[in-house]
C-alpha cells in the first residue's frame, strides 16, 4: 500500500480554480497556493487554507526571483514538511497561472530536497504521491487564448527575465496533462461554442472526466477526482519518444475538430520543411511529434505548435545514431516499438506528427508536409544532403516571419 500523501493539483488560467479548492477542502486537507505576481522582483505569497481555520499568509523573499527558485526554495520543502503532519491527509495545491503542471511534476520527482530535520534527503516524491492534475478553464475565453499569439508578457505576467512562453503554450499544455477538467460555461457561450470545445478537450485529453459548471452550479470536486480513470497520468512524465496519442482519443471529425496523423519514413529536405511548417500554425490548436531532417541524420527533432508559437528542438539521438552501450541505456518500450519499423538502410529514423485541427484543411496540412519531404530524385544522392542550408541548425523559439503555404499560394493562383 502506498503511505504516502495524496496531492492533488489545481491549474487554471482562468475559470473556477477557487470553487475546486473550496470543494476539496475537508478534514485534514490542506491547501497552499502561491502567488508569484511579484517573482521577477523577488517576492512571492505563500497562502496555507485549512477547513475551518483563516487563512494563513507568509511572504517570502528570494535571492533570486524565479519560478524555479520558488519551487526549489520553499515549495517542494513545504510539500515534504507538510507530510509529516499527522493532521493533514492531502495536500491541493492551487497553481500560479504562471506554473505548469508538467514543470511542477518533474520536479516533485526529480529535484532533490535536502536539510528537512527528521527526514532523508530526496525528492518530494518520497513523501507525497500526484492523485489528480484538475485544470479550470473558462468556456467563453479558452479557445481564443489557444489558438492566438499573445506572449505571457503581454497579459502582465513576467515570471522570470527570460520567460517567452506564450499564453497559448501555457493553456494548451495546461489541459493536456489534466487528469480532470473543470469548464466554467455561462450563458454568453452558445451550443455551438461549446460543443466545439468538447471536441477540442475531448482530443487533447482523452478520457479525462469533464465537468461543465454553470452560474449558480454546486461542483463536486471530489467526485471529480474520484472519476478519474485508472489509466490516467498522475503526474507522470514523458519524453519525445514517447507515443503520440495517449488514451484512446476520437479519430473521426466534430464541429470541424480533427486530430491528423502526418508519418513518413523519409526525412524532410530542411529549406522546404522551413518553408512548410508555418502550415501548423493556422488553424491549429497544437501540433507535435518528432521529425527527421536529412541534414541531421544522428540527431531527431521535437516540433511543438500552441497556436500561433513554435518551438523546435533536439529529442536527442535516433538509436541507429547510437553506440550498443548508449542503447543498452535506453528505455526498453522505445527499443521495442522501435524494432517494429526498423529499415536496413535507415534504422529507426522516421517522422510522426500529431496535429489538433479546429479551423484548418487537414488534406492541406497532409499535402504541404509531403511537399517538404525529400524526393525520390533525391533520395538517390544522399551525399548531398550534407550540404543543404538547414535553418533548423540552432533550433527555433519562435516562428520566423509568417508565410503561407505554398499549397495556399497555389490555391490563390489558381482561383485568380
Not at 467526485?223 to 503520440?244: M, Y
Request: hydrophobic share 45%; aromatic share 6%; proline share 5%.
Amino acid at each position: 500500500m502506498d503511505g504516502r500523501t495524496p496531492l492533488v493539483l489545481v491549474s487554471g488560467w482562468t475559470g473556477a480554480m477557487d470553487d475546486v479548492v473550496t470543494s476539496l477542502l475537508g478534514p485534514g486537507t490542506v491547501a497552499v497556493r502561491h502567488d508569484l505576481s511579484r517573482v521577477y522582483e523577488g517576492v512571492v505569497r505563500r497562502t496555507l487554507y485549512a477547513d475551518g481555520d483563516a487563512p494563513r499568509e507568509t511572504i517570502l523573499e528570494l535571492a533570486h526571483g524565479c519560478v524555479s527558485c520558488t519551487l526549489r526554495e520553499d515549495l517542494l520543502p513545504l510539500l515534504r514538511t507538510l507530510s509529516t503532519r499527522s493532521s493533514v491527509q492531502r495536500i491541493v495545491l492551487a497553481m500560479d497561472p504562471a506554473l505548469e503542471p508538467e514543470a511542477l511534476c518533474w520536479a516533485i520527482e526529480n529535484v532533490v530536497v535536502a536539510g528537512i530535520v527528521g527526514q532523508v534527503d530526496g525528492s518530494a516524491s518520497r513523501d507525497v504521491r500526484i492523485e489528480a492534475v484538475i485544470d479550470c478553464l473558462d468556456a467563453a475565453t479558452w479557445l481564443a487564448d489557444a489558438t492566438g499569439d499573445d506572449a505571457l508578457a503581454d497579459r502582465g505576467i513576467v515570471a522570470s527575465g527570460d520567460d517567452d512562453r506564450t499564453v497559448a503554450q501555457v493553456v494548451v499544455g495546461q489541459v493536456d496533462y489534466a487528469d480532470a477538467l473543470v469548464v466554467t460555461a455561462g450563458p454568453e457561450v452558445d451550443a455551438w461554442e461549446r460543443a466545439k470545445l468538447a471536441a477540442v478537450l475531448e482530443r487533447l485529453a482523452p478520457g479525462a472526466p469533464i465537468a461543465w459548471v454553470g452560474p449558480g452550479d454546486k461542483l463536486d470536486a471530489d467526485a471529480l477526482v474520484a472519476a478519474v480513470p485508472l489509466g490516467a497520468r498522475r503526474g507522470a512524465i514523458t519524453d519525445a519518444h514517447s507515443p503520440l496519442l495517449r488514451g484512446e482519443p476520437p479519430l473521426t471529425a466534430d464541429c470541424g475538430v480533427t486530430l491528423v496523423e502526418f508519418s513518413a519514413t523519409r526525412p524532410f529536405h530542411p529549406e522546404r520543411l522551413h518553408e512548410a511548417i508555418d502550415v501548423l500554425l493556422d488553424g491549429v490548436v497544437t501540433a507535435r511529434g518528432r521529425a527527421w531532417v536529412a541534414t541531421q541524420p544522428d540527431e531527431a527533432l521535437w516540433i511543438e505548435s500552441a497556436g500561433g508559437g513554435l518551438r523546435v528542438a533536439s529529442a536527442g539521438k535516433w538509436l541507429a545514431a547510437m553506440t550498443p552501450e548508449e542503447q543498452d541505456g535506453v528505455d526498453t518500450s522505445r527499443r521495442a516499438m522501435a524494432a517494429l519499423r526498423w529499415n536496413d538502410d535507415f534504422g529507426d529514423r522516421d517522422t510522426s506528427l500529431v496535429v489538433l485541427v479546429h479551423a484548418a484543411d487537414p488534406s492541406e496540412i497532409d499535402r504541404t508536409l509531403q511537399w517538404a519531404l525529400v524526393s525520390d530524385g533525391e533520395m538517390t544522392d544522399r551525399q548531398a544532403w550534407a550540404e543543404w542550408n538547414d535553418p533548423f541548425g540552432q533550433w527555433h523559439e519562435d516562428p520566423c516571419e509568417t508565410t503561407e503555404s505554398p499549397y495556399s499560394e497555389q490555391k490563390k493562383e489558381a482561383q485568380e
